[in-house]
C-alpha cells in the first residue's frame, strides 16, 4: 500500500512559490522562443550567412543547458539563499546579453551575447525547475509542466511587441529594450524565491509512477542506466523540436506562406508564432498533468506519436497557410511536453532532495541536441527542401515513443522491485 500525502491548495505558500516560478520563466522565454524574428533583420543588417547567426542560438541553448548542473548545485548547497541568488544573479546576466545584442557588430560579440544570455537563462530555469520538484511531490508534473510553460508560452506576450518594435525602431533597440525590462522584473522577483522548509511538504510515493523516497546523489545518477535513457530521449525529442522553434520563420518563407494573411490581418508567420508558442506553453501543464494520471511512459508514448504524424502533415500540407499554422502548433504542442515529463521523471526516479542538481544534469541533453539544428540547414540545402528533415523528425519520435513503453518502463520497474527502499509499504 503505497502513502499518499494530502494534497495541498495551490493558494498557500507553495502556491505563490509556483506562481513566481512561473512569471520568471515567462519574462525570459522570448530568449529562445523570440529568436527567429531576430534572425533575418541581423542578416540584412550585417551580411552575415544565416548558419553563422544560427550559431548563436545553438552556443546559447547549450551554455544555458550545459551550465545547468553546476548551477543547481549551486542552489542546493546553499538551501533557502540558492534560489534568491540565482535567479537575481541570471536577471543581470540576461539584462547584459540581449544589452550587448543591440551592439553587436561582429560574430564574435553576438556569441558572446548568446553565452551572457545563456548562462542567465539557464541559471533561472534550473532554479524554477528545482523549486517546483520540490513544493509539489504530489502534482509533480502538473507543477514542473506550469513552470516551464511560462518558459514555452512567455513568448506569446512578446511575439506582437518584438516584432512591431522591429519593424519601427529596429533590432537594435529592440534587444535593448526588452533586455533592460525583462532584467529589472526577474531580479526584483528573484528575493521572494525559497524551497520548502522541513515539514512543509509530506514526502509521496507512488507505484503507478514508480517515485522512489530515495535520495540519489548526482554521482549514483550518472551511474544509473535510466539516467542516460532518459538522456538520449531527451535529445532526440528536443533536436527536432528546437530545429523547429529555430526555423519557423525560414520555413514559412520557403513553403510561401509566411506574409499571406490569415486571421484578423495577422500574416500566417506571426499567427503560427503565437499558436506555437501558446500550444508549446499549454502541452507542459496539460501532459504533466495527464502523466501524474496515467503514468510517465504512457504519456510520452501518447505525446511523441502525436509529434511524428504532426512533422509528417507539415511536410505534407505546410503550403496552405492554415494547415501551416495548425500543423506547426501541432508540432509545438508535442515538444514541448518533455520539459515537464523528462524532469519530473527523473525526480520519481532518482528523488528530491537533489533535485535541481538531477534535473539540471537531464536538461544538458538540451544543450547537446541544439548543436543539431544547424545540420537541418545544411540537409536542408542539400536536399532543396526540407522534406529529409521533417521525415528525420517524424521517425525520430516514433521512435523514441516505442523506447518510452518497451524499454524504459520496464527499466524503471525493475529498479524499483530491486530496490525495495524506493517505496513505502
Request: proline share 5%; aromatic share 12%; charged share 10%.
Amino acid at each position: 500500500m503505497s502513502v499518499q500525502a494530502p494534497p495541498a491548495r495551490f493558494g498557500t505558500k507553495r502556491g505563490w512559490q509556483l506562481a513566481i516560478g512561473v512569471l520568471c520563466m515567462a519574462l525570459i522565454a522570448n530568449l529562445q522562443y523570440g529568436w527567429t524574428l531576430f534572425v533575418g533583420p541581423i542578416e540584412k543588417a550585417h551580411g552575415w550567412r544565416t548558419d553563422e547567426i544560427q550559431l548563436a542560438f545553438s552556443i546559447f541553448v547549450a551554455i544555458e543547458t550545459w551550465l545547468t548542473p553546476v548551477e543547481g548545485f549551486i542552489v542546493d548547497r546553499l538551501g533557502e539563499r540558492g534560489p534568491r541568488l540565482m535567479v537575481a544573479s541570471g536577471a543581470v546576466l540576461v539584462a547584459l546579453g540581449w544589452g550587448l545584442n543591440s551592439i553587436a557588430n561582429s560574430l564574435f560579440l553576438l556569441y558572446a551575447a548568446a553565452a551572457l544570455s545563456g548562462i542567465g537563462a539557464g541559471g533561472i530555469y534550473a532554479t524554477c525547475i528545482g523549486n517546483a520538484v520540490k513544493w509539489f511531490p504530489d502534482r509533480r508534473g502538473l507543477a514542473v509542466g506550469l513552470t516551464a510553460a511560462g518558459f514555452g508560452a512567455g513568448a506569446a506576450l512578446t511575439v506582437v511587441p518584438i516584432r512591431m518594435l522591429i519593424a519601427s525602431h529596429g533590432y537594435e533597440a529592440t534587444f535593448l529594450i526588452f533586455a533592460i525590462a525583462q532584467g529589472v522584473v526577474v531580479f526584483a522577483l528573484a528575493f521572494a524565491l525559497r524551497p520548502p522548509r522541513p515539514g512543509e511538504v509530506a514526502p509521496v510515493s507512488s507505484p503507478k509512477l514508480q517515485q522512489t523516497t530515495r535520495n540519489f546523489t548526482p554521482s549514483e545518477v550518472l551511474a544509473s542506466p535510466i539516467f542516460w535513457l532518459l538522456y538520449v530521449m531527451f535529445v532526440a525529442i528536443s533536436a527536432s523540436g528546437l530545429t523547429a522553434t529555430a526555423q519557423v520563420a525560414l520555413i514559412a518563407k520557403s513553403y510561401g506562406v509566411a506574409d499571406i494573411p490569415i486571421w484578423l490581418g495577422l500574416s500566417t508567420l506571426t499567427a503560427a508564432l503565437l499558436v506555437d508558442n501558446v500550444m508549446n506553453g499549454l502541452a507542459r501543464p496539460f501532459f504533466g498533468w495527464v502523466s501524474d494520471m496515467i503514468g510517465r511512459e504512457y504519456t510520452m508514448a501518447i505525446a511523441f506519436s502525436i509529434g511524428g504524424a504532426a512533422y509528417w502533415l507539415l511536410d505534407l500540407y505546410g503550403t496552405s497557410p492554415l494547415a501551416f499554422v495548425v500543423f506547426a502548433g501541432l508540432i509545438f504542442f508535442t515538444w514541448g511536453e518533455i520539459f515537464s515529463l523528462f524532469p519530473s521523471t527523473a525526480t520519481d526516479s532518482f528523488g528530491a532532495k537533489f533535485a535541481t542538481t538531477n534535473t539540471s544534469l537531464l536538461y544538458t541533453a538540451k544543450g547537446m541536441s541544439a548543436f543539431l539544428v544547424p545540420l537541418a540547414n545544411l540537409l536542408q540545402g542539400t536536399t532543396g527542401s526540407w522534406h529529409a528533415v521533417f521525415l528525420a523528425a517524424t521517425l525520430t519520435n516514433f521512435a523514441v515513443a516505442l523506447l518510452a513503453v518497451l524499454v524504459l518502463r520496464p527499466m524503471r520497474i525493475a529498479r524499483v522491485g530491486a530496490l525495495p527502499a524506493l517505496t513505502k509499504a
